[in-house]
């Protein structure tokens, strides 16, 4: 059976209308690694969506960096996931670590970013992932355990059927975000391999949630990251701001096909 694999771009503060000009102008290459199995998805910032949703190629999705906790109201600067569904966006990021350590958000606002997304049927991409210092304390394991069951336990009762419509995970140690510092791809495959034992654990054998590698992926890291068992894909930052980058991810990904 061939499993789906990912990349998704994420811009980040990053690409204003002059570089999704030239990021839409030079997608050519892109329609050659088309496959129903390889999902192509770019976040780029909100006000931005549906610009971008109208220039890409409908198999590039679009979605969003963050969604708000709460469904609609006086929450002034926030935007709910139903905005994100109406401009045509199909995913959300949700704890990514620049959410988590510069926004602060905590587990409960994230499980309830998370409740957002799945009442609009938007795919969820659940970051995870540890700072350096948890690594070198060899606590990453238990970090990555308590991000995860911190957000299981609040979704409660309804943590099965939510993870199991639409929704897939990124592991993301903070030290490898934007710093080109890429864990090892035996590293990241272990971690894989720890968070996929904890949802069998939970749900059974057969249960299975693609999970993302993301921090400091390249064109020149990506086909070792792909081969490994445990990895759908990478959740890509900087490499994803130029169409040619973008697309030498694509091809790699497709390569697996
Ligand atoms: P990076 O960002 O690829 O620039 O390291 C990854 C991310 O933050 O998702």
């Not at 988590?100 to 309830?112: C, K, P």
């Not at 894989?192 to 020149?220: D, R």
Request: with cysteine.
């Amino acid at each position: 059976m061939t499993k789906q694999k990912f990349i998704l771009g994420n811009w980040k503060m990053n690409n204003q209308l002059a570089e999704i000009e030239e990021f839409t102008a030079h997608l050519t290459n892109l329609s050659q690694v088309q496959h129903p199995d390889l999902y192509l998805g770019i976040a780029p910032m909100s006000p931005y969506l549906s610009l971008v949703r109208q220039k890409f190629p409908p198999f590039l999705h679009v979605g969003a960096q963050n969604i708000s906790t709460q469904k609609k109201g006086a929450f002034t600067g926030e935007i709910p996931a139903s905005t994100v569904s109406e401009l045509k966006g199909e995913f959300v990021l949700v704890g990514h670590s620049e959410r988590r350590s510069y926004f602060h958000e905590t587990s409960s606002e994230l499980a309830e970013k998370i409740r957002r997304a799945f009442e609009e049927r938007l795919l969820t991409v659940f970051c995870v992932g540890e700072t350096l210092k948890e690594r070198e304390e060899k606590s990453h394991f238990d970090c990555v355990k308590k991000q995860m069951n911190e957000v299981i336990e609040l979704l409660g009762d309804d943590a099965q059927k939510i993870l199991s419509a639409s929704f897939i995970m990124a592991y993301e140690p903070v030290w490898a975000i934007g710093t080109g510092k890429v864990a090892s791809a035996k590293d990241a495959e272990e971690m894989h391999a720890f968070i996929s034992s904890l949802l069998k654990e939970k749900w059974g054998n057969e249960f299975f949630l693609p999970i993302l590698y993301g921090g400091s992926v390249t064109a020149q890291n990506i086909n070792e990251l792909l081969a490994m068992p445990n990895i759908s894909g990478a959740l890509v930052g900087g490499a994803s701001l130029k169409s040619d980058s973008f697309s030498l991810l694509a091809q790699a990904a497709f390569k697996f096909f």
